[in-house]
Every structure is written in C-alpha cells, then in structure tokens.
C-alpha cells in the first residue's frame, strides 16, 4: 500500500507479475502520451496556420469558390483543413481511456469530452464566415488542449507520477535593453543593420 493526498493505494509486490505487468501498461501508455502529444503539437501547428490565414478570401463564399481552384490560399487552407480531419487524437484518447489502470475512465477525460471535441471538429466548415470560422477552430483548439491535459492528469492518478510527455515551458528570457556595455560602433552597426 501507499499513501497519496487522495487516500491509501494497493501497489503490486515489487518483482511480482503484477508489477511487471502494470510496468508494461504504463510504457505502453508513456508511449501512446508521448505520440499523442508531439501529434497534438502538429496539430496546434497547423491550426495556427490556418487561423492566420483565414479571412474573406479563404473562408465563407470567396474561399467555398476559391478551394476549387488549385494554388489558391483557399485551397492551401481547405488542405491544412484536411489535416485537422484526419486527426487521430480522438482514437489517441479512447485507446488510452480503454487501457486505463483505473477501470476505462481515464481521469476526467469523459465520453462527454470526446463528444465536445467532435462537436468541435465537426463545426469547422470553410464556407462559414472568416469570424465564425476563426471562432470554431480556436473552439476546437481549446477543447483538444484540455483533452490533452486531462489525459496528463489520468496518467499521473494511474501511474502516480507526472506524465512524461507534459513539458513545463520557460518564460522566454527578454533581451536586454541595457546599451551600456555596447561601444558606439556596435550601436551603429546594430541600428545600420536595423534599417536606422
């Protein structure tokens, strides 16, 4: 048994089969987390290349017409478009949900979930309105970011450690806008270089 803030958890016997195997249950989820989430990463990738890209020549009735032809960013759009259908991230979930160690819940990740972010997929239509557009796909972002998470969380109740896949972010470092140690000459050259 161990102690953990929700209660008392049984622990197989170390070196037992049940060790071994629940060793293997949690490679196999590791791994399953690890791929589901450079996935999503491609994903987000993707998403924000279309959100940057929408507007009212790639969306609503301009880009309906403009996807029919090739070499537009209409079409490009409706492509990247494609990408997001084919996402695999609601199998990546149910699998991970079937081989849960909690019994098929997987945390808080839900049948409810799954179905938002299906709701959500299925909201992305490139002849809505560049607004509409925009307002499902970040829609849709949002609710696979918290899949994603919770998917996160139920690896850390199964396994009771913190899913190897979740990287905590850095603040990015600011320059420094102290010039003081730059000679005159580098600070000419630098606002030359700039365009100054």
Do not use: C, H, W, Y
């Given at each position: 048994m161990k102690r953990t803030p929700e209660g008392v958890q049984m622990v197989p016997v170390p070196g037992s089969p049940a060790e071994r195997e629940q060793m293997q249950r949690q490679s196999?989820?590791?791994?399953?987390?690890?791929?589901?989430?450079?996935?999503?990463?491609?994903?987000?990738?993707?998403?924000?290349?279309?959100?940057?890209?929408?507007?009212?020549?790639?969306?609503?009735?301009?880009?309906?017409?403009?996807?029919?032809?090739?070499?537009?960013?209409?079409?490009?759009?409706?492509?990247?478009?494609?990408?997001?259908?084919?996402?695999?991230?609601?199998?990546?979930?149910?699998?991970?949900?079937?081989?849960?160690?909690?019994?098929?819940?997987?945390?808080t990740v839900s049948e409810r979930e799954l179905g938002l972010l299906s709701s959500a997929k299925a909201a992305l239509s490139q002849s809505q309105s560049p607004e509409q557009f925009r307002e499902n796909l970040i829609r849709y972002k949002e609710v696979r970011k918290q899949a994603m998470l919770n998917t996160a969380l139920a690896y850390e109740q199964d396994f009771g450690q913190k899913a190897p896949w979740m990287i905590e972010e850095k603040p990015k470092e600011q320059p420094s806008t102290d010039l003081s140690s730059y000679s005159l000459e580098d600070l000419e050259r630098m606002a030359s270089e700039m365009g100054g």
């Open positions: 196999k989820q590791k791994m399953k987390g690890l791929s589901g989430f450079q996935e999503a990463a491609n994903i987000d990738n993707v998403i924000d290349n279309i959100l940057n890209d929408a507007d009212k020549t790639t969306t609503g009735f301009m880009g309906a017409i403009g996807a029919m032809i090739p070499g537009t960013a209409a079409r490009d759009l409706q492509e990247n478009l494609k990408t997001i259908e084919a996402d695999a991230a609601f199998s990546s979930l149910q699998q991970m949900r079937e081989n849960s160690v909690t019994g098929g819940a997987l945390g």
